[in-house]
């Protein structure tokens, strides 16, 4: 069977109209126990049980992050953005600057020590410990 003849041809009318939502993605760390309590940290929230080979952090709107130790080979960088409180963002970046993290404003990492201020909100990027490229802000980008 070809992958034509496997796949259905759906056209817009067919598509399901349940919302899709994202339940868990692995996050790859050299050393899962650290980088997983170092995200809880800053974000001030709880490690969750272990499930396997992976750490959770939940974040609190039925996504789970999975930490997941690779040790085989380097660590790919990856992008993780989360939507915080106003309230808790000033406490956040507090948290990095007594773990002496360095925060940037955007997210090539050229404006140390500074936020920005995007859509009306507050934003950061800093780095976890295997290089992950991590975001804080308070407003969703306003996408067309």
């Given at each position: 069977?070809?992958?034509?003849?496997?796949?259905?041809?759906?056209?817009?009318?067919?598509?399901?109209?349940?919302?899709?939502?994202?339940?868990?993605?692995?996050?790859?760390?050299?050393?899962?126990?650290?980088?997983?309590?170092?995200?809880?940290?800053?974000?001030?929230?709880?490690?969750?049980?272990?499930?396997?080979?992976?750490?959770?952090?939940?974040?609190?709107?039925?996504?789970?992050?999975?930490?997941?130790?690779?040790?085989?080979?380097?660590?790919?960088?990856?992008?993780?953005?989360?939507?915080?409180?106003?309230?808790?963002?000033?406490?956040?970046?507090?948290?990095?600057?007594?773990?002496?993290?360095?925060?940037?404003?955007?997210?090539?990492?050229?404006?140390?020590?500074?936020?920005?201020d995007l859509f009306g909100?507050?934003?950061?990027?800093?780095?976890?410990?295997?290089?992950?490229?991590?975001?804080?802000?308070?407003?969703?980008?306003?996408?067309?």
């Amino acid at each position: 069977m070809s992958h034509d003849q496997q796949q259905p041809n759906l056209n817009s009318s067919e598509l399901p109209t349940a919302t899709v939502q994202l339940n868990h993605t692995v996050v790859y760390a050299t050393d899962r126990q650290l980088s997983v309590e170092f995200l809880a940290a800053v974000l001030e929230l709880k490690v969750g049980a272990p499930f396997g080979p992976f750490l959770p952090i939940d974040l609190g709107n039925g996504v789970t992050l999975d930490y997941y130790e690779f040790r085989d080979g380097p660590i790919q960088s990856q992008h993780y953005a989360f939507l915080v409180p106003d309230t808790r963002f000033d406490a956040m970046i507090a948290r990095l600057e007594v773990l002496g993290v360095t925060y940037y404003a955007d997210p090539s990492h050229t404006e140390p020590g500074r936020t920005n201020d995007l859509f009306g909100g507050h934003g950061a990027y800093f780095a976890d410990p295997d290089g992950h490229n991590m975001e804080i802000m308070t407003r969703p980008y306003a996408r067309p």
